[in-house]
T-cell receptor, first 110, second 115 residues
């Protein structure tokens, strides 16, 4: 059974800092790994998707890496802004079923 | 291109009533997924459907819950005889195809409150 763990559960940083969110999974047989952002009371917004054959993906200030063999992914956020405050979720997909971590709640203080 | 549409946004039911949650996938998407987010918990997979087919319902409770995705119209998640423990946010996602490029697009969710 796939299990996804995200560390830390919560993170508070001052504006402008670079930060790393971690995601680990127990079964390396995955199609892809996706990072999402969830704002309070809202749905999920896809940030980055990494195919199982890829090592990393970049979008703007975000960079996600994937090490499938060790079951790890990181989401790097550069020059954080207060608007980045949200819960960040990672999910691994296999055969139509995605397993989510419990998320990291990020607070960026002005 | 409208995103994944879920309605209602909020649904209040008394114990024992039925709840019907609707999801219209993005245009061109033929795969629909339902997830449940209980208070203070992460998202849990419930069911994966294609048009007129249930592909994987391993996350669905065995009783009172059912899902369908008919040839025409939205996908429906139906909960019969709701109990307080069913109170949660129910999210629908869609994707254009299955396989390595399975990017999920989520709706805004339906918040179900059972009194």
């Amino acid at each position: 059974k796939q299990e996804v763990t995200q560390i830390p559960a919560a993170l508070s940083v001052p504006e402008g800092e670079n930060l790393v969110l971690n995601c680990s999974f127990t079964d390396s047989a995955i199609y892809n790994l996706q990072w999402f952002r969830q704002d309070p009371g809202k749905g999920l917004t896809s940030l980055l998707l990494i195919q199982s054959s890829q090592r990393e993906q970049t979008s703007g200030r975000l960079n996600a890496s994937l090490d499938k063999s060790s079951g790890r992914s990181t989401l790097y956020i550069a020059a954080s802004q207060p608007g980045d405050s949200a819960t960040y979720l990672c999910a691994v997909a296999l055969a139509g079923k995605s397993t989510f971590g419990d998320g990291t709640t990020l607070t960026v203080k002005p | 291109n409208a995103g994944v549409m879920q309605n209602p946004r909020h649904l209040v039911r008394r114990r024992g009533q039925e709840a019907r949650l609707r999801c219209s996938p993005m245009k061109g998407h033929s795969h629909v997924y339902w997830y449940r987010q209980l208070p203070e918990e992460g998202l849990k997979f419930m069911v994966y459907l294609q048009k007129e087919n249930i592909i994987d319902e391993s996350g669905m409770p065995k009783e009172r819950f059912s899902a369908e995705f008919p040839k025409e119209g939205p996908s429906i998640l139906r909960i019969q005889q709701v109990v307080r423990g069913d109170s949660a946010a129910y999210f629908c996602a869609s994707s254009p195809l299955q396989g390595g490029d399975e990017k999920l697009f989520f709706g805004s969710g339906t918040q179900l409150s059972v009194l």
